[in-house]
């Protein structure tokens, strides 16, 4: 048990179709993060969030738009993709603001995510 | 072009045996993490190396941090079917952002 959980944790939809993806923390942190892992990539940074506050945006379609209504919950909503964005979703929490360079990140288990 | 690139990427071999995995890059990086991720589940930490040419050991796991702190290397010593599992290094650079290998994914059979 890491903490952190997802949900759902597997997905299809199709391309006109809107969803969200959930992840929620118990752990008392105050970053959360969304990834991407597909087959043919590393893991990708999407988007970060420190305090509430959306810090990172890694250059994301906005056909992802994702949500953080309190330091507990993240939400990853889905609309309109396309084929190429199925792959496993991973939302992480981590400590910010310690020593750089020294954050542990604690992942989810995922959402296996399939757009037809 | 990755930041970090992982060698090799796919290792198979038999319970017992040793094995390096590498994780290379022409960057510098304030520290390195080594993660396990298991199917169907999240990457999990196994050490973060801070320090250039810095060792450290988890049982049968040996992590260490290039002098230059541009590489890392993991060593497995006797490895067992429970180590089976995608490794994965993840560096922290410039902006505090975590950038990942494309991992090694390490299958040992019985």
Not at chain 1, 41 to 66: A, G, H
Not at chain 2, 2 to 12: H, K, N, T
Not at chain 2, 32 to 37: E, G, H, K, P
Request: charged share 15%; aromatic share 10%.
């Amino acid at each position: 048990e890491t903490g952190v959980t997802q949900t759902p944790r597997h997905l299809v939809m199709g391309m006109t179709n809107k969803k969200s993806l959930k992840c929620e923390q118990h752990l008392g942190h105050n970053a959360m993060y969304w990834y991407k892992q597909s087959a043919k990539k590393p893991l990708e940074l999407m988007f970060v969030y420190n305090f509430k506050e959306q810090t990172e945006n890694n250059s994301v379609p906005s056909r992802f738009s994702p949500e953080c209504p309190n330091s507990s919950h993240l939400f990853l909503h889905l609309h309109t993709l396309q084929p190429e964005d199925s792959a496993l979703y991973l939302c992480a929490s981590g400590l910010a603001g310690g020593r750089v360079g020294e954050e542990t990140q604690y992942f989810g288990p995922g959402t296996r995510l399939l757009v037809l | 072009t990755q930041l970090l690139e992982q060698s090799p990427q796919f290792l198979s071999i038999q319970e017992g045996e040793n094995l390096t995995v590498y994780c290379n890059s022409s960057s510098v990086f304030s520290s390195l993490q080594w993660y396990r991720q298991e199917p169907g589940e999240g990457p999990v930490l196994l050490v973060t190396v801070v320090t250039g040419g810095e060792v450290k050991k988890l049982k049968r796991l040996t992590f260490q941090f290039g002098d230059a702190r541009k590489d890392s290397s993991l060593h497995i010593t006797a490895a067992q079917p429970g180590d089976t599992g995608l490794y994965l290094c993840a560096g922290y650079a410039a902006g505090n952002m975590l950038t990942f290998g494309g991992g090694t994914r390490l299958m040992v059979k019985p």
